[in-house]
């Protein structure tokens, strides 16, 4: 039971998705989520206008606020013409890590466990 | 017996992928109200912006997690980023923007780096469950640095895999983007061998465990199954095992789950 189980679960990923966007599981459903929000007082942006830019903001430490057009709606991002796409790739080529023998010419060595400055 | 049904399934995994795709199939029919679903993301971000998180690795389920294998309870892992927002109407505000690595609609071997709401995040929610890193202040500076700059978009590889080894380029799926983007920031660096010899030295994957019979057939059904990338093991970097590494090397300030009625420590 527990090998059909396993089985189950890795198709499982792959049918729903994982990383799957809302444009696969969503898509039918989106051109009327702005409306449907909005009636139901969840949203403050009445327009459902799509994000045209997002500047991060650097301010840890305290309480932020969240306001205005950050109360958000569902389907207007990845859906609409504002969304930023980037494509670039890096080598499909695994690195050579470092192993004590034999010692590979490209490898890298690893730098030290992770720490905070 | 119990390998014949793993090879039913698997055949059956087959003929699904374009279902999966067309966004109309069950999975579609099976999305969650769109109140609740825009309620819950205002709700996770209010959460964060009370904490003052400028920066935050978030996580949603978007599949039933009693079919989740062992060790995996988040399909999906963003970073949320709080953002001065302007929208094509004028109207501004301040909240959270989500940078994801998604899957191609049409191409699912394939992935691209979207920018999205807190809303379309959960819109592929299955369960509201939403597992929040939230790391060390001057960690989410580092963190800032690298996304804002070409370096997130250089750790990209389009090249996609469910199961995708976080320590080899190879193939690379969106918990294994946001590993590396977490390792260009702690390392000061934006070298993919210095990144993949740091994860291969340091971070720990989940183990899936999977036979022979499973790798052997999976690839046909869709190359996004392969473990080509891998070995005897396989080994992804989950939600879980970002959250582990981070708490192991006191990178995290906090770690939880929201739910839509509570706020629970995360015990993965």
């Known amino acids: 039971m527990q090998?059909?189980?396993?089985?189950?679960?890795?198709?499982?990923?792959?049918?729903?998705?994982?990383?799957?966007?809302?444009?696969?599981?969503?898509?039918?459903?989106?051109?009327?989520?702005?409306?449907?929000?909005?009636?139901?007082?969840?949203?403050?942006?009445?327009?459902?206008?799509?994000?045209?830019?997002?500047?991060?903001?650097m301010a840890a430490g305290s309480v932020l606020a969240v306001t205005g057009a950050a109360i958000e709606e569902v389907g207007t991002g990845s859906l609409n013409a504002g969304v930023e796409v980037f494509e670039a790739g890096i080598g499909a080529r695994p690195p050579a890590t470092c192993g004590p023998t034999p010692r590979q010419p490209d490898c890298v060595t690893p730098d030290g466990p992770p720490r905070l400055n | 017996m119990k390998r014949l049904i793993s090879l039913i399934m698997l055949m059956l995994v087959a003929c699904l992928p374009f279902q999966a795709g067309a966004g109309s199939s069950a999975a579609g029919n099976s999305v969650l109200p769109v109140a609740e679903v825009a309620t819950f993301a205002n709700r996770v971000?209010?959460?964060?912006?009370?904490?003052?998180?400028?920066?935050?690795?978030?996580?949603?389920v978007g599949?039933?997690?009693?079919?989740?294998?062992?060790?995996?309870?988040?399909?999906?892992?963003?970073?949320?980023?709080?953002?001065?927002?302007?929208?094509?109407?004028?109207?501004?505000?301040?909240?959270?923007?989500?940078?994801?690595?998604?899957?191609?609609?049409?191409?699912?071997?394939?992935?691209?780096?979207?920018q999205d709401s807190p809303a379309d995040f959960f819109a592929g929610a299955q369960v509201l469950d939403a597992g929040v890193i939230i790391p060390d202040p001057r960690l989410q500076r580092?963190?800032?640095?690298?996304?804002?700059?070409?370096?997130?978009?250089?750790?990209?590889?389009?090249?996609?895999?469910?199961?995708?080894?976080?320590?080899?380029?190879?193939?690379?799926?969106?918990?294994?983007?946001?590993?590396?983007?977490?390792?260009?920031?702690?390392?000061?660096?934006?070298?993919?061998?210095?990144?993949?010899?740091?994860?291969?030295?340091?971070?720990?994957?989940?183990?899936?465990?999977?036979?022979?019979?499973?790798?052997?057939?999976?690839?046909?059904?869709s190359q996004a199954l392969t473990t080509a990338d891998h070995g005897p093991q396989v080994k992804t970097a989950t939600f879980g095992s970002i959250a582990r590494f981070?708490?192991?090397?006191?990178?995290?300030?906090?770690?939880?789950?929201?739910?839509?009625?509570?706020?629970?420590?995360?015990?993965?």
């Open chain 1, 3 to 57: 090998f059909v189980k396993r089985t189950a679960g890795f198709a499982a990923l792959f049918l729903v998705g994982a990383c799957a966007s809302p444009s696969v599981q969503h898509a039918t459903q989106s051109a009327d989520h702005s409306a449907q929000a909005t009636g139901h007082g969840v949203s403050a942006v009445a327009s459902g206008a799509a994000t045209v830019s997002a500047v991060p903001v």
């Open chain 2, 45 to 60: 971000q209010q959460d964060l912006a009370a904490r003052g998180a400028s920066v935050a690795i978030v996580a949603r």
């Open chain 2, 63 to 114: 599949r039933d997690p009693s079919m989740l294998p062992d060790g995996i309870r988040y399909t999906h892992v963003g970073f949320w980023v709080y953002s001065r927002i302007t929208r094509a109407d004028g109207s501004t505000g301040m909240g959270y923007r989500v940078y994801n690595l998604y899957q191609k609609q049409g191409n699912l071997t394939r992935s691209e780096l979207v």
């Open chain 2, 142 to 221: 580092k963190l800032l640095e690298v996304i804002a700059s070409p370096t997130y978009a250089a750790l990209h590889n389009p090249t996609y895999s469910v199961l995708a080894n976080p320590g080899s380029s190879q193939f690379q799926n969106c918990t294994e983007h946001t590993l590396d983007v977490l390792m260009a920031a702690i390392y000061d660096t934006r070298d993919p061998r210095r990144i993949k010899a740091n994860i291969a030295a340091y971070f720990e994957p989940q183990n899936v465990r999977l036979n022979g019979l499973q790798r052997l057939f999976a690839p046909a059904a």
């Open chain 2, 246 to 268: 981070m708490r192991a090397n006191d990178l995290a300030s906090q770690v939880y789950r929201v739910t839509p009625d509570r706020v629970v420590g995360f015990a993965g």
